[in-house]
């Protein structure tokens, strides 16, 4: 208690106030006597809130419904005036300090023993509350009195009662007004969603974490409003110091999903006890007695003022049909909300069905994180990642030649050593985006960068084939464990709207144009130096990688507190495993021999087992509302197909080069340099700069229709053609187009995913590229083999059997066109501008 001062009233309605107990959001707290001697608690609301006829009407409400709130776990109101010029509430007062003071300055984290009788009482209490037909929304522990008999609950000033919650937005919304703690609120407060009786469930989680811990969930103190606001709507709780016996409980209760959450009554079922022992330690129960026994003598010293009015005047400051202006603790950042109807998704643990949301609420959820200094450095540092796999992945397909030629490999052995890094890189992704989910992404890309460092070693020291192809292997695998967690590092490290669309705008021009860029230095490295300088070069790489990993990326908190999906792993991995293989072997052995048959018929099937498996595991490597929301399931079958298409221009075009045109490994590679900055115009200059703009689905389908349109120009390749007038303007347009596209892909994706599973969604786009590329590439090299079948069987000369195989190249464009403008189809028409409310799967928290 404390003396009160002069600005504080000395009667409300027939109290007298003694003392101040406490003050918080809404108003102040005092202690005061009635005119028989009853000693109550009288809540004070704050005159800026009081001047908002909304919030008086709400006010009324819910003093009527928390009338009906009493009982051994909860303070009984005893009166309230809500029409009053400052609307005020009393109930009845419990002898004993609030939790806060409990833990945080008198004697620290409670005994487990007093923390699961906590957690029942509490829970008895919320099962009250809720049964009365009222929402408490501000359960903390300073609102949690510590009494000899057991804890009370108390304050519900700001209460919500649940017959008005189909009504009109909330005040909050309304007004901007923050209802509730910020230490202690649940994530659907933070976004501004509509309540349950769920969100105190989440908040009795928060304070029994500190009750035995003695700190604050997602460490409210350590940085701005903005900053917690955010980790409570995205990251996952440390629930480090809680008693074992408590932490499946808990973490139940801090679901980010409130349909997950266990009701007060499966709380109080869990946690119910018959021991006899006192529930508080003797230390407390000893301050109990002698606080009781102080206000028995508590005197209070009537503050000097010239005339003490019977209630505080109302603010003469502010009109009363006006809002009152937001506490400065409270204010919200200025950006611009961000409205995923005219942008590319919310960053990752925003729901779908949260978005769009009215501002500033947006805003809060938004533009909490608080932004790193070095976080652009990081994202060097992540496309320097990204370029390494792609370099590894594409300067030794332009080095078999030479292979064969220094190893003496036969033709199935070239064979094997093409497809060992894209089976493993493939059949890697998944388990990288799971690792990062369950390990953090920096430190996966640690152990990634290690690995391919070592693997590029071991390759360019290969003095046999055996050798290489193992090299190759572990490169696809690290490149695997790469990729997914440098996308997810920059789909979490970028919240700011623009920022966002800058740092996918960048990565996506990596990732598009990086197997150009890999062709074209891999072609450069093989034709000056020698295809084991090519391999050795990623070692430096790596090494640079590693340390600006170390220096320079931030990683945000966000891990899944699940186990290791191993079956979903299995089932997954082994199905683009078996499908890649299956396709890489279609054309050398036969589209019907058995052994692809059974690979891309087993391929397929493994993959349907995984999603089946996902959808109903409990801690899924994939959660099924990353699949499963149009938008996501649309992006993905996009990239799918685009890559169908665009992938295996490479090869094609790479072939035309060198055969038709007689360009050597280094003037081919070069070649592609204006289509990788054409990738850099269209993602950085023209894609990200239309976040906040338009839909995510208009630069998808204007990229994939601008791609298709560039295909189309390389079905008129012919012998006599030229490279400025043949190949480089369908090459300019495919680059425009797959920039454009990309970064809305990525964006959609990775968009709205928890980020305790944004490892997850970024794998699965990857894994959908990789498999689109495998199908391009066998349906290419089937027509294209079956050309040469022909014309072996026949006596052609020479340039004729280059023109025939001209004509066939350009008929496998008119198929790739065909899978991009089918990518655009299935885009636009799944890929709406926002996910719909009814159907919207909410980000799932850490633990599902």
Request: proline share 8%.
């Amino acid at each position: 208690m404390d003396q009160l001062i002069a600005e504080d009233p000395t009667r409300i309605g027939p109290y007298r106030l003694i003392a101040r107990l406490g003050a918080g959001g809404m108003g102040l707290v005092y202690l005061g006597r009635s005119e028989v001697g009853r000693t109550v608690a009288v809540k004070v609301v704050q005159a800026e809130y009081a001047g908002h006829p909304e919030f008086r009407r709400r006010f009324a409400r819910e003093v009527a419904a928390a009338r009906r709130v009493g009982g051994s776990c909860t303070a009984a109101v005893l009166d309230a005036d809500p029409e009053a010029a400052i609307p005020w509430v009393a109930t009845q007062y419990i002898p004993g300090p609030d939790l806060h003071a409990v833990v945080a300055k008198q004697f620290g984290p409670l005994p487990e023993h007093s923390v699961h009788t906590l957690a029942n009482r509490l829970a008895l209490a919320l099962q009250a509350v809720h049964e009365a037909g009222l929402i408490h929304r501000d359960l903390k522990p300073s609102n949690v009195l510590v009494t000899v008999d057991g804890p009370r609950v108390i304050d519900f000033g700001i209460a919500r009662a649940m017959d008005s919650l189909a009504e009109e937005h909330s005040l909050h919304t309304r007004t901007g007004m923050l209802i509730g703690s910020p230490g202690f609120m649940s994530p659907e407060q933070v976004r501004g969603l509509e309540l349950t009786p769920a969100s105190d469930v989440f908040c009795l989680g928060a304070v029994l974490v500190y009750a035995a811990t003695g700190r604050l969930l997602f460490g409210a103190t350590d940085t701005g409003l903005n900053a917690h606001l955010f980790r409570v709507a995205e990251e996952e709780a440390d629930l480090t110091g809680v008693p074992e016996a408590l932490v499946d409980l808990v973490r139940a209760c801090l679901h980010k999903d409130p349909a997950q959450r266990p009701s007060p009554r499966e709380v109080a079922e869990r946690t119910a006890t018959d021991q006899a022992e006192e529930w508080l330690p003797g230390a407390v129960l000893a301050q109990l007695g002698r606080h009781a026994a102080e206000l028995l003598d508590y005197a209070p010293v009537i503050p000097a003022q010239a005339t003490a009015p019977a209630e505080p005047p109302a603010p003469q400051d502010q009109p009363r049909d006006q809002p009152p202006p937001l506490p400065p603790a409270y204010a919200p950042a200025p950006a611009a909300p961000f409205d995923p109807a005219r942008g590319f998704g919310p960053p990752p643990g925003a729901p779908a069905s949260a978005w769009p949301l009215t501002p500033p609420v947006a805003s809060l959820a938004d533009q909490a994180a608080p932004a790193h200094p070095k976080r652009w450095w990081g994202l060097v540092v992540i496309a320097l990642v990204q370029l390494m796999v792609f370099l590894q992945a594409a300067n030794l397909s332009v080095a078999l030649p030479a292979i064969q030629a220094d190893l003496d490999l036969p033709a199935d052995g070239l064979r094997t050593m093409a497809n060992a890094y894209v089976i493993a890189f493939g059949a890697a992704l998944l388990i990288g985006g799971h690792i990062a989910d369950l390990v953090g992404r920096k430190q996966t890309l640690i152990v990634g960068l290690l690995g391919c460092a070592a693997a590029s070693a071991l390759g360019g020291s290969a003095g046999e084939s055996g050798t290489l192809v193992w090299a190759r292997v572990f490169q696809g695998v690290f490149g695997g464990l790469l990729t997914p967690a440098a996308l997810s590092l920059v789909a979490t490290g970028f919240t700011d709207p623009k920022e966002r669309g800058r740092a996918f705008g960048i990565y996506a021009a990596i990732a598009a144009g990086g197997t150009a860029l890999g062709t074209a230095e891999g072609g450069w490295l093989v034709d000056s130096l020698s295809w084991r300088v090519s391999l050795y070069v990623g070692v430096p790489l790596a090494v640079i990688a590693l340390i600006g990993t170390l220096t320079m990326v931030h990683e945000r908190p966000g891990r899944t507190a699940g186990h290791f999906d191993l079956p979903g792993v299995l089932l997954g991995s082994g199905g683009v495993a078996a499908l890649i293989y299956g396709l890489g072997e279609a054309r050398p052995r036969g589209w019907a021999t058995p052994l692809v048959l059974v690979l891309l018929v087993g391929g397929v099937l493994l993959l349907v087992g995984f999603l089946w498996r996902q959808s109903a595991a409990s801690h899924p490597l994939l959660p099924a509302y990353v699949f499963t929301d149009p938008n996501r399931a649309g992006s993905l079958l996009g990239m799918l197909l685009a890559g169908a298409g665009v992938f295996a221009l490479y090869p094609v075009v790479g072939y035309y080069l060198q055969v038709v045109l007689r360009y050597d490994p280094a003037m081919a590679g070069e070649a592609f340099l204006p289509m990788v900055a054409a990738i850099l115009v269209g993602s950085t200059q023209v894609s990200a700069r239309l976040l906040n703009r338009v839909a995510p689905r208009v630069p998808m389908l204007a990229g994939l229709a601008l791609t298709a349109v560039g295909l189309l120009l390389l079905t008129g390749l012919r012998f006599e053609s030229s490279y400025a007038t043949g190949v480089l303007p369908g090459m300019l347009l495919v680059g425009l187009g797959v920039g454009l596209a990309f970064v809305p892909i990525f964006a959609t994706v990775t968009g709205g995913v928890a980020a305790e599973h944004s490892g997850g969604a970024s794998a699965a786009v990857f894994t959908a590229q990789a498999l689109g590329t495998a199908i391009g590439a066998a349906v290419f090299d089937t027509v294209l083999s079956g050309h040469v079948d022909r014309l072996r069987a026949g006596s052609v000369m020479p340039k004729m059997i280059e023109r025939e195989l001209l004509r066939a190249q350009t008929a496998g464009f008119w198929w790739a066109a065909g899978s991009v403008l089918l990518a655009g189809l299935i885009a636009g028409l799944t890929v709406r501008s926002h996910a719909p409310r009814d159907s919207a799967q909410p980000a799932p928290a850490a633990g599902r």
